[in-house]
């Protein structure tokens, strides 16, 4: 018996793209928990990529302030050895 068969009381597990899809589908009959539970993946999802795009954006600021420190500390350096 594989791990699938297993976790599933004996029978082949759906693969778990394919019960997101069915539970995030709009046409499936849900309860009112399913229903709130689908709002608030969604919700999560959204908020999880404006932090993935915030998280590039302050990557981006942090590398350009690196780049600033490491050629402020060359100039200074250079103008020590004068």
Not at 1 to 16: F, L, N, Q, V
């Amino acid at each position: 018996m594989s791990d699938t068969e297993a976790t599933s009381g004996g029978c082949a597990a759906t693969p778990p793209e394919e019960l997101r899809k069915e539970f995030m589908s709009y046409l499936t009959p849900k309860s009112e928990r399913e229903w709130w539970a689908m709002n608030e993946i969604e919700r999560l999802q959204h908020e999880l990529a404006q932090a993935k795009e915030d998280m590039a954006q302050w990557k981006f600021r942090f590398e350009e302030c690196e780049s600033d420190w490491e050629k402020a500390i060359k100039d200074l350096t250079q103008i020590k050895e004068q």
